[in-house]
């Protein structure tokens, strides 16, 4: 099946900073999601990116399909960003369509 | 619109038991799948439902059993629970079955003891 490695594991960031998280995968793909977990457990949408690049106010995302891989960018983080953010992407696994994820990584945004 | 919703929020079974899950999908979606999250990992996908069918399955053993309601809800059975079932169970729907945006409800917790 697909592989999906996501990079840094864990990141603590001062309030304000910026950061970037990595997605690498193994495979070609028709779906890239990225999540944010809050610590209640819900998933939430960010992304829908198989390809090309999107913003939304302070985050923005690039897929590189060609290449495998797919970045998040944080900007001028906020305490609230805190959370594990997944990447998640699609494909055909075991003859069915299923979205694989990472192991997340885990941001600390401390003020 | 109604986002996903899932019930309940959270349970405790003891090993051996059988529990039911449940899941009503966004309004407009057809296909339902299913990922178990245990602690400090990503979810892992159980199978998809799609016009009341099963139309994919992870790797989980047959006593991981679902169904789909001609609303396109959906429930979860899992049956003889095991200790390391004890996750967070996750549903998600989506308009189709290929490479459209899956939207997640809040997750039911399972504890088994």
């Known amino acids: 099946g697909i592989q999906v490695e996501q990079s840094p594991p864990d990141l603590i960031l001062q309030e304000g900073a910026n950061s970037t998280l990595r997605c690498n995968f193994s495979d070609s793909v028709n779906n890239l999601q990225w999540f944010h977990q809050n610590p209640w457990g819900q998933l939430i949408n960010l992304f829908y990116i198989p390809s090309g690049t999107k913003q939304n106010g302070r985050l923005s995302a690039t897929t590189v399909a060609t290449e495998r891989y797919s970045l998040l960018y944080i900007s001028s983080s906020q305490t609230t960003d805190s959370g594990v953010y997944f990447c998640a992407v699609g494909g055909i696994g075991a003859g069915s369509y299923q979205l694989t994820f990472g192991k997340g990584t885990k941001l600390s945004v401390i003020p | 619109e109604t986002g996903v919703t899932q019930s309940p929020t959270h349970l405790i079974k003891t090993r051996g038991q059988q529990v039911t899950l449940r899941c009503s999908s966004q309004s407009g979606h057809n296909t339902v799948s299913w990922y178990q999250q245990a602690l400090g990992q990503g979810p892992q996908f159980i199978f998809q439902?799609?016009?009341?069918?099963?139309?994919g399955r992870g790797n989980f053993p047959p006593r991981f059993s679902g169904l789909q309601f001609p609303n396109y809800s959906s429930e979860l059975n899992v049956n003889a629970l095991e200790l390391d079932d004890s996750a967070l169970y996750l549903c998600?729907?989506?308009?189709?079955?290929?490479?459209?945006?899956?939207?997640f409800g809040p997750g039911t917790r399972l504890l088994v003891l």
């Open positions: 998600a729907s989506s308009q189709g079955t290929g490479g459209e945006t899956q939207y």
């Open positions: 439902y799609y016009r009341e069918e099963e139309n």
